[in-house]
């Protein structure tokens, strides 16, 4: 560990005089958590480079898909082909890239405080003049606002580059398209350096209560990963009240949370009809394309089967959806969420050294 | 860190008549490593239980669709779409399921490797332990072992249940019923059979030798996420389509489970181009071609309209029957890579001036 340059001032009654250094804990932060800094901006740096590489393969080959005349030439389903293609690497990326940041907040944050504690050089960092919480606050705030700054960057980049896969109109074209509420939505806008502030208050936590890096480390990557299934599985569908209605043609764009069925204006059932109703009334000559809409596990079909045969029977199928324009809301929910979760966990580890008997 | 129980001997001169205490090494690796392999436990058990309660409601909707009948009932499509729906958590490499049971390998063996040693060369401690009778390098080599056959059976167990769990879609005769079948190959590849274990042990390996040099552990486990990640982009992007050389057919009906490698183009004899026809050429010869709506054009959609004008598709592949030649080629290579590196820690351990 690099050696601390805070002087020690043994007569504590002119340091209430003199003004308190907060800005040269910027070279304290730095001095000691260069090593991290910059492992961070090589792999943010690496990630951005092949981001925009493919992103812009990814732009030309949409750009070409849809100015291509007429639509269902031959031709034309080459290029569509083309661009849907090029999911089968970015649909793969946009989940190893939500691993980005649970990694950069759980290794930064867990060295702050875990670090001083595990090897002790915090008898000396905190009997400095500055004070123990300050020292701690002043750490952690400053490495927060980098991180932010960086991530809020690299996410700009992740939402161009994944831009053309959530126009609208592509289902139209036979162009692969996805809600910009499911897989992506964390990596763009406002939610991906949230969830990196959360990572690292979370970690920073988890080293003031266990002291030692690598199981804060290990602690924090289980409880973000919690909170990220939590998250996208559970929280976030309940944001705003879902849009329900009884269209069978719902837009391709929209994230589809559950179907449920009326006859008569009285609830019959929810999900897909049961087998002896589907016997009766529908009869499929042909298989109806079960298929989803796209590689990778996308939105399913918008147009579902079984509201064709079961409608003239007096059953409505009630689709209930978030609609994409709802991105913006959810994004700035999301964020200030995990705000407060953040600024809660930076207070409770500030409470825990200022409680805690050097 | 928990105090290591080796007596220390004093007189090394009758060390060589004793017989060495490799058995109570197992104790020392317990202790000094019970966090590590409690956690390693949770983490699988927790995945088994998971894998378990979702693998079965998935196997018994795959045999309601199968046993139903006539399949072309809306009842048997009710039960297919209820089978095909359930793809969304793990079907494909791209799938949040898919992508974080990749992961568990390198995490088990970034946090489980790079500890044993570099932990000792961090807090010191090393001093002790390899001063005792035993030998520094036996100590290493025995630790080593232990963890990694530990590591390997536990792993080796979870890959069984991941290959149940996938089982369904890879049994032939999927397509038929409109059942969603994958090629075994591609990235789930890693998941399942003996590659699951053997990616384990590299990385355990690599994180032990990592530690080694480092002699931090914190850097020493961002080391091996970045050696793993670019070795197995490697393995999955560059090697393993070259395990066996690539059968090469101008049939269009290439077998949906097969992993094609590469398509090109011929014309009387001569290399044409690959791999998509130029749109010249399909604007010329395919412009009354309609594709469905949405669908990719299947493989053998050009072939179709282009053949009439000389033009021949190749395609080269990996049939599916080749599954587990490519596991053991891949648990061999993975396997020597992990018992070379191994030899190198336990090398640098010997050199190394204590």
């Not at chain 1, 199928?317 to 999301?334: D, G, K, L, N, V």
């Not at chain 2, 399942?192 to 590299?202: N, Q, S, V």
Request: with cysteine; hydrophobic share 50%.
């Amino acid at each position: 560990m690099t050696a601390l340059t805070m002087p020690a001032r043994p007569d504590e009654d002119d340091a209430r005089l003199r003004p308190l250094p907060w800005r040269r804990m910027a070279g304290v932060t730095w001095r000691q958590h260069r090593v991290t800094l910059v492992s961070v901006a090589v792999l943010l740096g690496g990630l951005a480079a092949w981001l925009w590489i493919t992103g812009t393969t990814v732009h030309h080959a949409y750009a070409a898909a849809i100015a291509c005349h007429p639509a269902s030439s031959a031709a034309c389903q080459g290029q569509a082909s083309t661009f849907n293609g090029t999911w089968d690497v970015m649909g793969y990326a946009a989940v190893l890239l939500q691993l980005v940041p649970a990694l950069i907040g759980a290794f930064a944050g867990a060295l702050v405080l875990g670090r001083e504690l595990e090897t002790g050089t915090f008898r000396f960092a905190w009997t400095q003049g500055f004070g123990r919480w300050r020292w701690a606050l002043a750490k952690l705030v400053a490495l927060a606002v980098v991180l932010i700054a960086a991530t809020g960057a690299f996410s700009i980049l992740s939402s161009w580059s994944y831009q053309p896969y959530l126009a609208a109109g592509n289902q139209a074209r036979g162009l692969y398209g996805n809600s910009p509420l499911v897989t992506v939505f964390s990596l763009r806008a406002v939610a991906f350096p949230a969830w990196t502030l959360a990572a690292f208050t979370i970690s920073a936590l988890a080293g003031m209560l266990i002291r030692r890096v690598v199981p804060a480390i290990v602690a924090t990557l289980a409880v973000y990963a919690g909170l990220a299934i939590a998250a996208a599985g559970l929280l976030r569908e309940h944001y705003l009240t879902p849009v329900v209605t009884s269209s069978p043609n719902v837009p391709g764009t929209a994230w589809l949370l559950g179907q449920s069925w009326t006859k008569d204006g009285r609830f019959a059932f929810a999900g897909n009809p049961p087998m002896d109703l589907v016997n009766r009334f529908c009869n499929f000559s042909q298989s109806p394309g079960g298929k989803g809409g796209g590689p990778g596990g996308g939105p399913a079909s918008s147009v579902n089967p079984f509201a064709q045969c079961l409608a003239p029977h007096g059953y409505t199928m009630w689709t209930s959806y978030q609609p994409a324009s709802r991105f913006w809301p959810f994004q700035w929910i999301e964020g200030g969420w995990l705000l407060a979760l953040s600024a809660l966990l930076i207070a409770a580890t500030i409470w825990l050294v200022h409680r805690r008997a050097a | 860190m928990t105090a290591a129980t080796l007596p220390a001997r004093p007189d090394s001169g009758d060390s060589a008549l004793r017989p060495l205490p490799w058995r109570r090494m197992a104790g020392v690796t317990w202790r000094q490593h019970r966090f590590a392999l409690a956690a390693v436990a949770a983490l699988l058990g927790a995945l088994a239980v998971w894998l378990w309660r979702i693998g079965t409601s998935m196997h018994q909707a795959y045999a309601a669709a199968v046993a139903c009948r006539p399949a072309s009932s809306g009842a048997c499509r009710g039960l297919v779409n209820a089978f095909d729906g359930m793809n969304n958590h793990m079907v494909s490499a791209a799938s949040p399921g898919g992508v974080f049971l990749q992961l568990v390998p390198v995490l088990i063996g970034a946090f489980a490797g790079a500890p044993v040693l570099a932990r000792e060369l961090e807090t010191g401690t090393f001093r002790y332990a390899w001063t005792q009778g035993f030998g520094r390098w036996r100590w290493a080599l025995a630790k080593l072992v232990l963890l990694g056959v530990v590591l390997a059976a536990a792993t080796g167990a979870v890959g069984v249940l991941v290959s149940w769990y996938y089982d369904p879609y890879f049994a032939a005769g999927n397509q038929s019923l409109g059942l969603s079948r994958i090629p075994p190959f591609v990235t789930l590849f890693s998941l399942r059979g003996i590659a699951f274990p053997a990616w384990t042990l590299a990385a355990f390996v690599i994180g032990a030798l990592a530690g080694m040099l480092i002699r931090r552990v914190v850097p020493a486990i961002v080391a091996t996420l970045a050696v793993y990640a670019g070795l197995a982009v490697a393995a999955g992007g560059f090697l393993r389509e070259h395990y066996l050389t690539p059968l090469v057919t101008t049939s269009p009906n290439v077998p949906g489970t097969a992993w094609i490698i590469s398509q090109w183009w011929t014309k009387d004899g001569r290399f044409a181009f690959a791999p998509d026809p130029p749109l010249s050429l399909l604007n010329q010869f395919c412009s009354a071609l309609q594709t469905g709506k949405g669908g990719k054009p299947s493989f053998g959609t050009f072939a179709q309209c282009l053949a009439p004008h000389g033009y021949t598709q190749w395609n080269s592949y990996q049939p599916a029957s080749r599954f587990w030649p490519f596991q053991w080629i891949e648990g061999g290579w993975l396997l020597a890579l992990s018992a070379l590196l191994l030899a190198a820690t336990i090398w640098l351990v010997r050199r190394r001036a204590a």
